[in-house]
């Protein structure tokens, strides 16, 4: 029995990476009577055959798993922005900061292009300091915070997501000293994309892997977050929770009987994630049920 994990999965072969090199194998038949799919940066067992392909006998039990890209046991997610040229995008921050609450992982939000900053970058990272995420700064041309960048990834499992242009590309050749990411402008990417297909896969670096897909997002709440549930996924809501009237207080009512309106209003939690938890808590609310 080898341990190994899932780096590529194409046709119907999967490959992955063992302490003797990368083995090529195929699922057993009875994952599908599961509904079990392999997915890459799944840890599995694998049998080897005469011909040193193998089999995957066994996916072990997840830390999370994400649709888009189809990937397994992310460690560390990194969020993406850039402080200008794109503007940062505070409604997708706080919806990755989201999910991510949900799925086990752990999140951190970068701004990049601080060459540019005007003067606000400050701000945003005390803003997100105080939801209680960690948030720092990176450069990629100034060469600033890409070391640290390195150190926090190292060993670990990690994935950036962040919208086209943010440099998450530049970030990933920048911390690998490699040109593992085209880089360049959106608009031509898009024209040469439209030929090539692309397949998640696992590059590994300084003991642990990254995710080729720069642009990893979800997009839409997963099932498991309901309106309901979705105020613990902004952890600095929690502490002003009990000056709340009612137990079961979903925070969009006034500061009268509401203590998180009341910390709004105070400037305790930023108007801006908290304007964004009522976006989210109403298109939630009117989210059809799912079916069983
Ligand atoms: P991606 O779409 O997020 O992968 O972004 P890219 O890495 O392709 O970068 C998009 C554009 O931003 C490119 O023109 C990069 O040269 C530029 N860029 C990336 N990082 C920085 C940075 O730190 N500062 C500045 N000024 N430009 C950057
Ligand atoms: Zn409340």
């Excluded at 997009?219 to 009990?242: H, R």
């Excluded at 400037?267 to 304007?275: D, F, K, Q, T, V």
Aim: net charge neutral; proline share 3%; with cysteine.
């Amino acid at each position: 029995m080898i341990l190994g994990t899932i780096v590529k999965g194409i046709g119907g072969f999967y490959y992955i990476d063992t302490n003797d090199g990368i083995v090529e194998c195929k699922a057993r038949g009875h994952f599908r009577s599961k509904n079990m799919t392999p997915y890459v940066g799944d840890k599995v067992h694998i049998s080897l055959n005469a011909d040193n392909t193998g089999n995957i006998d066994e996916i072990l039990p997840r830390l999370n798993s994400f649709i888009r890209p189809p990937v397994a046991n992310i460690e560390e997610l990194i969020i993406v922005a850039s402080v200008q040229n794109p503007e940062p995008d505070l409604t997708f921050i706080d919806k990755m900061l989201a999910i991510a609450y949900n799925s086990n992982v752990n999140v951190k939000i970068c701004f990049n292009k601080i060459d540019l900053d005007d003067g606000k970058v400050n701000d945003l990272v005390a803003m997100y300091s105080n939801a209680g995420y960690t948030a720092f700064i990176t450069s990629t041309t100034e060469n600033i915070g890409i070391d640290k960048v390195r150190e926090l990834i190292s060993g670990k499992v990690s994935a950036f997501s962040g919208f086209s242009g943010v440099g998450k590309s530049s970030l990933l050749n920048a911390v690998t000293q490699e040109k593992i990411m085209e880089t360049g402008e959106v608009s031509e990417r898009l024209r040469r994309g439209k030929h090539t297909t692309r397949h998640v896969e696992l590059i590994k670096f300084n003991g642990g892997y990254i995710v080729d897909t720069p642009g990893f997002s979800m997009l839409d709440f997963p099932k498991e977050i309901t309106k309901d549930m979705l105020k613990e996924c902004f952890p600095e809501f929690a502490k002003y929770e009990d000056n709340c009237k009612f137990r079961d207080c979903n925070h969009t009512g006034n500061a009268s009987v509401c203590g998180v309106c009341r910390a709004v209003e105070n400037g305790e939690i930023a108007l801006s994630r908290y304007n964004n938890y009522k976006s989210f808590y109403s298109a939630l609310s009117q989210r059809k049920e799912w079916k069983k």
